[in-house]
């Protein structure tokens, strides 16, 4: 079927025309479409670009005409919203279906492009526009350098801000390193552009930063520009110091204390000055965390409050504040004992606590049958709870017996020594006590005949010891003992005199909660021992 050019024109015109008028217009179009000749009817050109180019290359943009009715037409390139500017022109001869405009790119060309096709020196026929490309201008980075400014060494808890900035790239996307591994954004560092904001920096902000800019041409081809490094340093502040100290004894019977001034963190060299009161007695610059002063005492007297202060160019900090007073060992020096028993009220460990009426810095030491316990042994162990009191704990057995005693001195002069009575310690004698208790419940007369009367031999046989007896004697009288507990345990009186080794061992389970983690691990090491016993 052939189809006339006039009918074909009709019929663009009618399917250009919009809905709202579309019965006046067909009408309309019908009278234009035939006045008209086929030569003024445009077709749209077709515009063809790369999306994305190098600068200073050299591309073709082209437009394509489709050009059915042999016209010849005016194609114009613009870019869109700059009509002002054409920014190439191509006469389309008759025979001819596209034009072509070389151009060399400059950074300005990046933005959309349109081709526009008419009828030269004739405004009365409207022109017809392609559709519109986006054109990326791609230049390559490089000249990244890093902008810093303040200084490049500073105390923690300031901002640190740094730019990259490069001399020629556009597209450009910026990493940070920080002692070759890269940053990730965090909290702590924030990173937007091309800039790097680390808020309250710590000391793990020093290091020696690097930014490299990239940017991408084509997906394929990656251009790097890596700055040279800064150093940043940040440095720690001093932490509050401790204070402690130390006492000498020197010749002439003079005496220093040698106080100690400490510091966990902060970056060197820290001054520490040390202060009585307000008045400064000393101060030092070290190039370590800590600094001693020796200051001459005399014992006995309040010398003040002392108090260090740390300062390390920033800000000062300060100990607490330490009175200053070394007082000398006195006596007397006594012993206190607690004990720990079994269900049949057998005692199986003891706690001996030595105390010096008076003196600051107590040196403690145990003897048992004059022999130095030291630390802890087979069935002891010693240690000392609180700077003024020391505690042995023992295990009652076979190799506990013996005459035990403590020694105070001062730990600046051993030539102080003052010592405690002397205990006794016998487990069977501590561990017939119970029988005692019940047979005097049950009236059991014969029973107590012969206690006493084993007492009695007992006390004819160690007569010097008796006296070291008695207060544990009476310590176990006092305990109150509830009668349900007593009638359990006359049920097999031979039990109570000498436990079996079986006994110990449950008793010891049974009442681990009385005793602190120390005794628990100390308890286990005397089980193993008793076994070779
Ligand atoms: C346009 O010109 C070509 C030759 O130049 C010719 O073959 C063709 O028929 C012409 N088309 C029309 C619609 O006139
Ligand atoms: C269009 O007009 C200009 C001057 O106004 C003239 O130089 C040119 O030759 C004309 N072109 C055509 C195709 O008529
Ligand atoms: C872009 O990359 C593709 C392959 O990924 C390649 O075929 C094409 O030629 C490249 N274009 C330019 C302009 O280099
Ligand atoms: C730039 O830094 C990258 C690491 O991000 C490295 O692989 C490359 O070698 C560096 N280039 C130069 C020139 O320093
Ligand atoms: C010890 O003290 C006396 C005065 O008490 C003094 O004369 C002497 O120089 C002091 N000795 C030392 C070594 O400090
Ligand atoms: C240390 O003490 C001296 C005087 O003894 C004083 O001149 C100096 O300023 C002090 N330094 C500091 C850091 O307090
Ligand atoms: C500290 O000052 C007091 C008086 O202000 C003085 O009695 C005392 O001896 C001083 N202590 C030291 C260690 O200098
Ligand atoms: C200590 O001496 C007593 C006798 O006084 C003795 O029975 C005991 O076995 C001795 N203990 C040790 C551990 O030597
Ligand atoms: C006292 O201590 C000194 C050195 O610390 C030591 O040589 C001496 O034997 C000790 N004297 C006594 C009685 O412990």
Redesign the pocket.
């Known amino acids: 079927m052939h189809i006339s050019p006039i009918r074909t024109e009709v019929f663009r015109c009618v399917k250009d025309s919009n809905m709202f008028a579309f019965t006046s217009l067909v009408i309309l179009g019908m009278c234009c479409c035939t006045k008209a000749n086929s030569e003024i009817f445009l077709d749209r050109p077709q515009l063809h670009i790369?999306s994305?180019?190098l600068v200073k290359q050299v591309v073709d943009f082209l437009c394509e005409y489709p050009n059915q009715h042999n016209q010849s037409v005016l194609l114009k390139l613009f870019k869109v919203g700059n009509r002002k500017d054409v920014m190439g022109e191509y006469t389309l001869p008759a025979e001819e279906n596209f034009g072509i405009f070389p151009k060399l790119i400059r950074l300005s060309h990046e933005g959309y492009f349109e081709c526009e096709a008419s009828i030269q020196n004739n405004t009365e026929i409207n022109a017809t526009v392609s559709l519109i490309h986006y054109l990326r201008v791609i230049e390559p980075v490089t000249g990244a350098t890093i902008v810093h400014s303040g200084p490049k060494e500073f105390f923690e808890g300031k901002d640190l801000e740094m730019q990259c900035n490069v001399t020629v790239g556009n597209h450009v996307s910026y990493k940070w390193l920080l002692n070759g591994r890269v940053i990730s954004p965090s909290p702590f560092y924030q990173i937007s552009e091309n800039n790097l904001m680390i808020y309250r920096a710590t000391s793990e902000a020093s290091g020696s930063y690097v930014c490299v800019a990239t940017n991408i041409f084509?997906?394929?081809k990656v251009f790097i520009s890596n700055s040279s490094d800064v150093l940043i340093t940040v440095k720690a502040l001093v932490s509050k110091p401790d204070i402690s100290f130390a006492v000498l004894k020197e010749d002439y019977q003079n005496y220093s204390a040698i106080i100690t001034c400490q510091s966990e963190r902060g970056a060197l060299p820290i001054t520490f000055s040390l202060y009585n009161g307000t008045e400064l007695l000393s101060n030092v610059t070290a190039k370590e965390k800590h600094a001693t002063f020796k200051v001459p005492i005399i014992l006995d007297q309040d010398l003040g409050l002392l108090q260090c202060h740390a300062n390390n160019g920033d800000r000062t900090t300060y100990s607490h504040s330490l009175p200053l007073k070394v007082v000398q060992v006195g006596g007397p020096v006594t012993i206190d004992s607690k004990y720990d028993m079994a269900e049949n009220y057998a005692v199986i460990g003891l706690k001996f606590y030595c105390k010096a009426a008076k003196g600051s810095h107590p040196r403690f030491q145990w003897f048992l049958n004059e022999t130095l316990l030291k630390d802890r042994g087979s069935f002891y162990y010693v240690f000392d709870r609180l700077p003024t009191e020391s505690i042995l704990l023992l295990s009652v057995g076979r190799s506990s017996t013996g005459m035990y005693r403590c020694e105070v001195s001062d730990s600046f002069d051993n030539t102080t020594a003052i010592s405690s009575r002397t205990h006794y310690l016998n487990k069977n004698v501590l561990n017939r006590l119970p029988v005692f208790v019940v047979a005097v419940v049950f009236g059991c007369f014969t029973f107590l005949i012969l206690l006493v009367s084993s007492c009695c031999l007992f006390g004819l046989i160690f007569r010097p010891k008796q006296f070291e007896e008695k207060p544990l004697l009476i310590l176990e009288m006092n305990k109150p003992i509830a009668p349900e507990e007593l009638s359990i345990n006359t049920e097999d009186p031979d039990e109570l005199t000498a436990p079996r080794e079986d006994e110990f061992y449950q008793e010891s389970e049974a009442s681990v909660d009385e005793w602190p983690e120390l005794e628990q691990e100390f308890r286990k090491t005397l089980e193993d021992e008793e076994v070779e016993v």
């Open positions: 790369p994305e180019v084509n997906e394929t």
